[in-house]
């Protein structure tokens, strides 16, 4: 499933309140498909509500929300990542006690079609799910470089490890657009590295949305950025000139453009 217009995202003057509180104030964004975007501003600034709105796992007060050609606001959260939205959270969602390899059977099953007496009989629809999901784990440990560690326990590997893992958890499910919560965060200078270039080498064919504070992750990954301030748009712009405009210098309590960029 996907857009007519060419953006995997369009949300148009969406606006959520809690309890009296605006946290979103009218917000427009689009979003191209096959790119990576980064929201990004100070805390509070509304980005994770907004993050939470277009993964379709909360729900605007008012506004449309288009994703994918979805109106993810009149859809429930599992339908929206069954049709194709795959997210990754803060906290990494793995089996700690499963290998590498049980992982990534244990997010195809809703995608196989045989039971569990067809499991136990071995038949002829068993075998040839299994095939396919052996044929497609191959691939996507290959891409996460994952293929060597595929018995490994999932708890025994290093935390950005973890986060390539979860990753591949997703691409399991042939997720068209990817949204991703501070994904590098806790990183360090090398497991970010390699995050960013696993990053790039599954962008192309997928959309990526980035929140982040990251500004160097955001910087090296992203082609536009929105920056967000008190519930509202700021800028929107390549990461190179929205992080230096003086808006969003003054939005980062007077940061330089050195500890910005």
């Known amino acids: 499933m996907s857009s007519s217009s060419g ?25 191209p498909q096959g790119s990576i975007y980064g929201l990004i501003g100070p805390n ?22 288009n994703v994918m050609g979805m109106d993810v606001a009149a859809l429930p959260a599992y339908e929206v990542a069954r ?6 959270f803060q906290r990494t969602a793995i089996f ?11 997010a195809s099953y809703g995608r196989m079609r045989h039971s569990a007496v067809h499991r136990l009989l071995r038949l002829p629809v068993w075998r040839e799910d299994m095939n396919t999901f052996a044929d497609k784990a ?34 399991m499910n042939d997720p068209k657009i990817i949204f991703l919560d501070e994904p590098v965060a806790g990183m360090n200078e090398v497991e970010t590295a390699d995050f ?29 950025v929105m920056v967000m301030v008190d519930g509202r748009q700021l800028v929107t712009d390549a990461p190179e000139r929205a992080l230096k405009h003086p808006d969003v210098v003054a939005a980062y309590l007077g940061a330089s453009d050195d500890e910005l960029v």
């Open 96 to 106: 700690g006690h499963s290998t590498v390899y049980e992982n990534l059977l244990y």
């Open 196 to 224: 960013i270039q696993l990053l790039r080498a599954i962008s192309g064919r997928r959309t990526i949305v980035i929140v982040e504070h990251d500004m160097a992750a955001i910087g090296a990954l992203c082609d536009e």
């Open 83 to 88: 049709r194709g939205v795959g997210r990754t």
């Open 7 to 31: 953006y995997a995202v369009e949300a148009v003057d969406v606006k959520k309140t809690y309890g009296g509180v605006s946290a979103l104030k009218g917000v427009d964004i689009r979003i």
């Open 44 to 65: 509070g600034a509304g980005k994770s509500t907004l993050f939470d709105i277009l993964c379709g796992i909360t729900k605007p007060t008012s506004g449309t929300v």
């Open 138 to 171: 191959r691939d996507v440990l290959a891409v996460c470089g994952l293929t060597e560690l595929r018995d490994q326990l999932a708890s025994a590997l290093a935390y950005g490890i973890q986060r390539r893992l979860a990753v591949a958890i997703m691409l």
